[in-house]
């Protein structure tokens, strides 16, 4: 671009700016320290930013290109408190959160004491999770590993949300970008994710011919249901409709527990599922579906009664404190409470799962989501349809692919979601005459 020589710099106010190296730059001081920054490559576009600039020091407020430097450490709690107090992110979302950012703040500190957040390079920062290794699991004496290529990404895309909450509080140099959004996390390749397993007929049957009578209830309601193992150890007795055959998911803010989207709803149960529920449930009237081996053998927990009554359980316990709760504590009075009622842990669910897949020859297989996972799959093998597909499972509904606004038009009745869950999950009968020779079939 060619400049003559009288125009190259100009001036109002207190604000001067220049032409170097093919674009505007501007020069001014504030709070005694000078501001030196490239703005534009026209002219027109630079004397409007250096009118906006002198304006505001001469009412002596921040400037257009002011910002607060900050360091990772300040950011990182200033982030995190956000989403705990401002947005009340789940538990979990700020657990994964805190994690996610510890890798950035410990990368800042071998990049010197000093270094702020807006001089971390993304790049370099993305390099360095590569050649990183940690404990999967968290233990010290585990065995440690290289990140995988899905928590790399989880990692770098939690930072690009927590620089993109430093933009707005201008804790980042003006007319900069987002270093982390530079990166394209949509095209990182996934190479060394760990595989999912995916029942078929024959081994979902050798599942529960192997598991005992507790250990068959729970893994035949996931695998007929789809439900989260979160959900079915907060399912609670006062949920089931068994005459209508029906199971309903429910948030339970009041007890600490949501479901993970959100997303409440109602799923259909097959007459062997209902028979298999009425011999776990027996007598019983409230409380956890599924409780401890303890307290099958043993008779009922201390704590029995109907979702009202824990409740009022769990904000008597809250109240006994001297102090206000934070919210991790009053999670850890709300897990007190689901522990005492007998409710199962999932991690229990967890390691029977591990146990039985080990002794069919499966040591791969590891995550109960897995009976998740092969029940979405046999629903697309039964051509059900996408919208019942999503209601069952509890996803929320898609806002640019998919459905989209067809879905919002689109009203299932329960018989239509009946009738084709019904007939996926009959695809399957060895399972289900396994199910009714063990706990009686459900006549309708």
């Known amino acids: 671009m060619s400049i003559p020589k009288g125009r190259r710099r100009g001036r109002v106010g207190n604000v001067s700016f220049y032409f170097h190296h093919g674009s505007w730059w501007l020069y001014f001081r504030e709070n005694g320290k000078p501001v030196r920054q490239k703005v534009s490559v026209e002219r027109d576009e630079a004397e409007k930013v250096v009118a906006q600039i002198n304006g505001q020091l001469a009412a002596a407020a921040p400037t257009l290109l002011s910002f607060s430097p900050i360091s990772i450490s300040e950011l990182r709690q200033q982030f995190l408190g956000y989403h705990e107090n401002v947005l009340k992110s789940s538990m979990m979302t700020v657990s994964r959160y805190r994690a996610a950012t510890q890798h950035l703040e410990t990368f800042a500190k071998s990049q010197g004491a000093s270094c702020p957040a807006h001089a971390i390079g993304a790049c370099a920062f993305a390099a360095y999770l590569r050649a990183v290794e940690v404990a999967p699991n968290g233990h010290p004496n585990a065995l440690r590993r290289k990140l995988r290529d899905k928590g790399v990404q989880f990692i770098l895309a939690a930072c690009r949300s927590m620089y993109a909450f430093a933009a707005k509080r201008r804790h980042l140099p003006p007319y900069s970008e987002n270093p982390f959004a530079e990166l394209p996390l949509d095209r990182f390749k996934i190479e060394d994710a760990k595989p999912i397993f995916v029942f078929d007929a024959q081994t979902e049957l050798a599942f529960l011919e192997a598991a005992d009578d507790w250990t068959f209830a729970i893994h035949f309601l996931l695998a007929k249901t789809g439900l989260r193992v979160g959900e079915a150890v907060h399912l609670l007795v006062d949920e089931l409709d068994l005459e209508a055959r029906w199971l309903r998911v429910r948030n ?5 527990w949501r479901v993970k989207t959100g997303t409440e709803r109602d799923v259909p149960l097959l007459s062997e599922v209902v028979a298999v529920l009425r011999q776990t ?16 053998k043993d008779g009922l927990p201390l704590l029995n009664g109907p979702q009202r009554e824990l409740e009022r359980e769990c904000e008597k316990r809250q109240r006994s404190s001297a102090t206000p709760l934070t919210r991790s504590q009053i999670a850890k009075v709300c897990r007190s409470v689901w522990r005492d009622c007998g ?7 967890r390691t029977n799962f591990i146990r039985v897949m080990s002794a069919l020859g499966h040591p791969e297989a590891t995550c109960p989501k897995s009976w998740r996972h092969s029940f979405a799959t046999l629903l697309q093998d039964a051509n059900v349809d996408p919208l019942i597909r999503q209601i069952t499972l509890g996803h929320r509904p898609s806002t640019g692919v998919g459905l989209g606004m067809t879905g919002n038009y689109t009203h299932t009745r329960p018989e239509t979601q009946r009738a084709q869950i019904e007939a996926a999950l009959r695809m399957r009968p ?7 020779a063990k706990f009686g079939k459900e006549t309708l």
Do not use: E, M, Y
């Open 281 to 296: 449930i027996g007598i019983r009237s409230t409380g956890p579906v599924f409780l401890r081996h303890r307290f099958i």
């Open 343 to 349: 409710a199962v842990k999932a991690d229990v669910i």
């Open 252 to 256: 339970k803010p009041a007890l600490g």
């Open 430 to 436: 060895q399972s289900l005459t396994l199910a009714s």
